[in-house]
């Protein structure tokens, strides 16, 4: 049999279950992800293209996980068909030897190792950068949504509503109380029978235009506090808080790119920072090289007469193993993360030595004596 024809066959049996994989791990990821984000999704009118917006915005980290997982399930459905086929004992008995099976394996992760690591280096940051921007849009064109009739109101910063009757579609509201926290000592609660709120993205805030109402203002220099009744009365309530969490992540590590946290590893204030950069520098380096170190830790497990009979009980299994790899290498990493963040391992070692154990299994895999099982 000529090794290029075998290449061949090999690449041909790894395409479906690797497209299928990826797929089906894109869309579970891509359905947590939107899951994280449903609160602000589900306040907003959302179209189909700002859906698929988010969608796009949100593969290129989605893929970090799914590329490597894809790779490892891909091998191991491939290599578990041919296995139990006796097609490995065909191979091996028409003179390629075991230690050449792996190229066309090692070919296939090693592009796949190439696009994620494309993927990390070029085109997370500005792809975070647009999920989040996409977000916040979404938010604040329809960011009076998450008002609702006879519920307290607490999501604006320092203030709590109440409308007893609202409107949303003429955005008005009736009813009205309106209690200001943001100052203990000089606080102030407006009643007021009627409201028409809008948002300025100006501004970033919420406009009420209040109408026959109750201004009653508290002061720790007046028990009785100040009641001033009113005919109008606008005022402006800032939506910050709302995206608070998203935009937060602007300015750390999620939309830096490989210079930016280069540098802040180096020159931010806290030692918490400085590891939290350097870890996203690093990670971003060191996952892709899973799609190769997992992938090819496969292989080995089904050309190993010991390891077969280990694996022999059911395919799931099989599927399970690669699993459970691409798992505890996670775990691990979460671990390290934890560790460099009190500052009691560096950034480097905190990425890279999982990295390291898993090329130490995998060399051994490797370099003790294999010869192929037959599927009985």
């Known amino acids: 049999m000529s090794m290029r024809i075998l290449e061949r066959y090999i690449f041909k049996e790894l395409i479906a279950p690797y497209w299928f994989t990826l797929l089906v791990s894109l869309f579970f990821l891509t359905v947590g992800r939107m899951a994280q984000v449903a609160k602000y999704l589900f306040q907003a009118s959302v179209s189909l ?11 290129p ?6 590329l490597p997982l894809a790779s490892v399930v891909s091998i191991t459905v491939a290599m578990n068909r041919m296995a139990s086929c006796n097609e490995l004992i065909a191979i091996e008995g028409s003179g390629i030897p075991v230690r050449g099976l792996p190229k066309p394996f090692l070919l296939f992760t090693s ?6 690591l494309c993927i990390t280096v070029t085109i997370l940051h500005h792809a975070n950068t647009l999920f989040r ?21 607490d999501s604006l910063p320092g203030f709590i509503l109440y409308f007893q009757k609202l409107f949303p579609g003429d955005f008005t509201a009736e009813g009205i109380y309106m209690e200001d926290l943001r100052d203990d000592k000089t606080g102030f609660t407006v009643l007021a029978q009627k409201a028409y709120f809008s948002y300025d993205p100006s501004q970033g805030a919420i406009v009420f235009n ?17 009641v001033v009744e009113f005919e109008r009365y606008e005022l402006t309530v800032s939506a910050g808080e709302l995206f608070r969490e998203l935009s937060r992540a602007s ?26 950069y350097g870890i996203e520098f690093h990670t971003r380096i060191a996952m892709p090289f899973l799609s190769i170190i997992l992938g090819m830790m496969m292989v080995p497990l089904f050309t190993s007469s010991q390891s077969h009979k280990i694996l022999s009980s059911s395919s799931a299994f099989k599927v399970l193993i690669g699993f459970g790899l691409f ?37 051994y895999l490797w370099i003790k004596p294999r010869k192929i099982s037959r599927k009985r």
């Open 327 to 363: 798992l505890l290498f996670y775990i691990m990493i979460s671990i390290g993360k934890g560790l460099a963040e009190e500052g009691i391992i560096s950034p480097p070692v905190a990425v890279y030595a999982p990295i390291g154990i898993f090329l130490i299994c995998l060399a």
């Open 49 to 59: 293209k700002d859906i698929i917006e988010l969608i796009i915005f949100a593969i």
């Open 133 to 153: 921007e996409k977000i916040i849009n979404i938010g604040k064109t329809s960011v009076t949504a998450i008002f609702q009739d006879g519920t307290f109101i």
């Open 111 to 116: 592009f796949n190792t190439i696009i994620a």
């Open 210 to 226: 209040l109408e026959k109402g109750t201004i009653i203002r508290n002061s720790e220099h007046n028990a009785s506090g100040q």
């Open 61 to 66: 980290r989605l893929s970090t996980y799914a």
């Open 251 to 276: 300015s750390t590590k999620w939309e830096m790119n490989m210079k930016e946290l280069w540098h802040a590893s180096f020159t931010a204030r806290t030692l918490e920072e400085r590891s939290r």
